[in-house]
T-cell receptor
Framework: GALVYQYPRRTICKSGTSMRMECQAV??????VAWYRQSPQKTFELIAL?????????EQNFTQEKFPISHPNLSFSSMTVLNAYLEDRGLYLC????????????FGKGTRLTVV | QQKVQQSPESLIVPEGGMASLNCTSS?????YFWWYRQHSGKSPKMLM?????GEKEEGRFTVHLNKASLHTSLHIRDSQPSDSALYLC????????????FGKGTHLHVLP
């Protein structure tokens, strides 16, 4: 079956520091990886979409300078939250797909970021 | 701007009752709809997908899609306490195939 392992599950970082989260796809080829943030205020926001052999596309209000993403192959992706502040708190989820359009997104279990 | 709108935000139904959840896209170019379910503390998992007009049934779950109005609905009959979860509607387009946008979700609570 298709699985996405995401780690760490939880992390606490000091305000102004950075943290990195990673996702590993198993059982399928992660042709595209999308990073989402789930928070009580704004629920499910798309941060950026990374597709192999294409540039990473960031949504409005999210930038590469703040959330750099790496997607070097068909099984791995990482995202870093740079200079984390309180408003960056939330559950970060990576969702990977093998094909386009009508294929299912498989999610990791999420990385819960707490900023203190 | 949220392009996938879900209603209601929260829904309480008694065990054995019918739960009806709604979702509309404000983007007229949407081609595909999904429903995902996320139990507390877990990752979202796909429940059902629907790509063409009409109805699709899987066990206690039925989804409807009206492409003209870009509206989809999920109906859960004989609701069980284990159905209590956040239900997320998602949509994507053929022209931007890899991008999937999610709605804010409906919190379903099934009371025993």
């Amino acid at each position: 079956g298709a699985l996405v392992y995401q780690y760490p599950r939880r992390t606490i970082c000091k305000s102004g520091t950075s943290m990195r989260m990673e996702c590993q796809a198993v059982g399928f080829q992660a042709t595209s990886v999308a990073w989402y943030r789930q928070s009580p205020q704004k629920t499910f926001e798309l941060i950026a979409l990374s597709t192999v052999n294409s540039a990473i596309k960031y949504e409005q209000n999210f930038t590469q300078e703040k959330f750099p993403i790496s997607h070097p192959n068909l099984s791995f992706s990482s995202m870093t939250v740079l200079n984390a502040y309180l408003e960056d708190r939330g559950l970060y989820l990576c969702g990977a797909r093998e094909g386009p359009a009508n294929t299912e997104v498989f999610f990791g279990k999420g990385t819960r970021l707490t900023v203190v | 701007q949220q392009k996938v709108q879900q209603s209601p935000e929260s829904l309480i139904v008694p065990e054995g009752g019918m739960a009806s959840l709604n979702c509309t896209s404000s983007d007229r170019n949407v081609d595909y709809f999904w429903w995902y379910r996320q139990h507390s503390g877990k990752s979202p998992k796909m429940l059902m997908s629907i790509f063409s007009n009409g109805e699709k049934e899987e066990g206690r779950f039925t989804v409807h899609l009206n492409k003209a109005s870009l509206h989809t609905s999920l109906h859960i009959r004989d609701s069980q306490p284990s159905d209590s979860a956040l239900y997320l509607c998602a949509a994507s387009k053929v022209t931007n195939a890899y991008k999937v946008i999610f709605g804010k979700g409906t919190h379903l609570h099934v009371l025993p």
